[in-house]
């Protein structure tokens, strides 16, 4: 159980683009989603928390109109970066935390995607 | 603001050889600690948690961590590794607002 999803696994774009991602969670109801970066040899940074139904919270730093999140179920979370560029590429991972009763102090990783912006 | 500290960049180390990795967190309220792996060309995988109760936590793959309320620690061991082993372990703490803080995580290698 507890299985989250991403698609697509990679992708490729070029510069100026946009890219939709999208996290599922295949086998729970997820009303937080949270979205990451991780850059190669580092650590995940967290870029915003979605909630199902509700705007976004970004932390700070992160551009809310370039990183599009929205969170229109409970099963499903999309991040659109907007008009990319080579230094948007890197490695995206969402999470999804169930709702009561599934291990609600967890959250469960998908698989990430990778974004190369040429 | 809270952090998490994971004290070892890149360990080395050969098969059967054991393994511990530091983790302590600067947050003083009650939280969760998890520690993590990502194994090359994959996903982060939850190796064990520690919420409440017993502080030695055991894990799957021979993991466990022992929590220390007074070091602030949550250190990962494994008493004989192997080449298997051989990933990313990042440590992650949250508090009661469900965000995860993860350290900057350990490079294990472990040499057959």
């Known amino acids: 159980g507890a299985v989250v999803s991403q698609h697509p696994s990679r992708v490729i774009c070029k510069s100026g683009t946009s890219v939709k991602i999208e996290c599922r969670s295949l086998?729970?109801?997820?009303?937080?989603m949270f979205w990451y970066r991780q850059f190669p040899k580092k650590s995940l940074m967290l870029m915003a928390t979605?909630?199902?139904?509700?705007?976004?919270?970004?932390e700070q730093g992160v551009e809310k109109d370039k990183f599009l999140i929205n969170h229109a179920s409970l099963t499903l979370s999309t991040l659109t970066v907007t008009s990319a560029h080579p230094e948007d590429s890197s490695f995206y991972i969402c999470?999804?935390?169930?709702?009561?009763?599934?291990?609600?102090?967890?959250?469960?990783f998908g698989p990430g995607t990778r974004l190369t912006v040429l | 603001a809270q952090s998490v500290s994971q004290h070892n960049h890149h360990v080395i180390l050969s098969e059967a050889a054991s393994l511990e990795l530091g983790c302590n967190y600067s947050?003083?309220?009650?939280?969760?600690l998890f520690w993590y792996v990502q194994y090359p060309g994959q996903h982060l995988q939850l190796l064990l948690k520690?919420?409440?109760?017993?502080?030695l936590v055991k894990g799957i793959k021979g993991f466990e961590a022992e929590f220390i309320k007074s070091k602030f620690s949550f250190n990962l061991r494994k008493p004989s590794v192997q080449w298997s082993d051989t990933a990313e372990y990042f440590c992650?703490?949250?508090?009661?607002?469900?965000?995860?803080?993860f350290g900057a995580g350990t490079t294990v290698t472990v040499r057959a």
């Open positions: 992650a703490v949250n508090p009661h607002d469900y965000k995860l803080s």
């Open positions: 520690y919420f409440s109760g017993d502080p």
């Open positions: 979605s909630n199902e139904g509700s705007k976004a919270t970004y």
């Open positions: 999470s999804a935390r169930g709702v009561a009763g599934v291990s609600y102090n967890e959250q469960f």
């Open positions: 947050y003083g309220g009650t939280v969760n």
């Open positions: 086998d729970f109801q997820a009303t937080t």
